[in-house]
């Protein structure tokens, strides 16, 4: 029997609107299908949720410059907290706010982005830094949960005074729906799915690819994520017949259609797509710049560097004689009893 806890959590788009937006969502349902009390503070909510959470919502804020709107948003959760009666309940942010005792950090630093001669004079670039540090560093915070190893070890290195206070990675889980996808491919389909392609490899992948299908011409590359105006000037030399540029769609409608997932980001705080492909029972070729490289072994598919092209080619082609894929059984309970047991050690502390 769980002992009951309380969480607010702050999110500015509260519905499974995006990858972070999402998480939080599947984390409150799992919390409160798990007996326990949960609000969240958003700007706006984008979808009905369960009748048990109660959603508390600010209005919206001009959404660009994001900076500002990070800053306006902030300041009406600030206001928010101290009109309310919050007694009890832990504060939970996965946005740059000042209040919260744990805070979910879903991607890279600011501190990663390339520096530019200029950088001192942006007033953007100085919110950013002072947005990242207060949401480590306020007086309130008592844990940082990254969601992949990768960025607790990338958190460590940048703010080594904050570092005692990571907690145990937080991975995202799978929707149940993934591992009762049909399967529809033609046992030769590689697939590539991502709408911010440049970052999570596209280039590279079609590097890998092409050569496979002018000696196998039965084997497709399926490219879903970015719209094919974007990409089709890397397909100018490719057989019509063994591509497919499908453009934005969800990835429960591309997963049945591919064999294998290839994923050559440069940087991937965790890589969602992997973990959903997995559920769905396909294995995977991702690079190590994604964070959830450190869960998948041999049995789950294989994790290579980047820029070894030949290396990824004859890795594709022995994952597709491979037909068993061990599931690494990521689910969204299993991060609610996780969330759980934190929340409750820090409203025994208080």
């Known amino acids: 029997m769980n002992i009951q806890t309380s969480s607010i959590h702050i999110v500015r788009r509260y519905g499974p609107v995006g990858g972070m937006e999402r998480y939080v969502w599947e984390l409150t349902h799992a919390l409160v299908k798990q007996g326990q009390k949960v609000k969240v503070i958003c700007e706006q909510a984008y979808e009905e949720c369960d009748k048990n959470i ?15 709107s990070m800053l306006r948003f902030s300041k009406r959760v600030s206001q928010y907290f101290k009109a309310a009666d919050i ?30 001669v200029l950088d001192y004079l942006s007033p953007r670039i100085a919110t950013w830094e002072y947005l990242e540090k207060r949401e480590l560093f306020g007086e309130n915070v008592q844990t940082i949960l990254p969601n992949s190893l990768l960025v607790s070890d990338q958190l460590a290195k940048l703010y080594p005074a904050a570092a005692h206070k990571l907690g145990f990675p937080a991975y995202p889980g799978v929707s149940e729906q993934f591992t009762r996808l049909p399967r529809q491919s033609t046992g030769s389909a590689i697939g590539f799915i991502g709408k ?52 934005w769609q969800r990835s429960e409608d591309t997963l049945p259609l591919i064999d294998i997932l290839i994923h050559p980001a440069t940087a991937e705080p965790f890589g969602m797509v992997i973990a959903e492909a997995n559920a769905t029972g396909l294995p995977v070729l ?65």
């Open 54 to 68: 109660e959603v508390i919502e600010l209005g919206s804020v001009k959404p660009k410059p994001r900076w500002l």
């Open 196 to 247: 911010e392609w440049q970052r999570k490899g596209l280039e590279f992948a079609v590097k890998v690819v092409k050569p496979l299908v002018d000696q196998n011409p039965q084997i497709t590359f399926i490219v879903t994520g970015p719209e094919p105006e974007e990409i089709e000037h890397l397909f100018t030399e490719w057989p019509s017949d063994n591509y497919q540029l499908r453009g």
């Open 87 to 116: 007694t009890g309940w832990v504060i939970h942010s996965h946005e740059r706010c000042a209040e919260h005792h744990v805070t979910t950090f879903h991607g890279p630093s600011i501190l990663t982005r390339k520096k530019r």
């Open 286 to 350: 991702i690079s190590d710049c994604c964070g959830i490289a450190e869960l998948i072994h041999e049995q789950h598919g294989l994790v290579l560097p980047l820029n070894q092209t030949e290396a990824w080619q004859q890795a594709l082609l022995k994952l597709m004689t491979e037909q068993k894929v061990d599931s690494l059984r990521l689910t969204w309970d299993n991060l609610g009893f996780q969330h759980q047991q934190l929340y409750l050690k820090i409203a025994q502390g208080k």
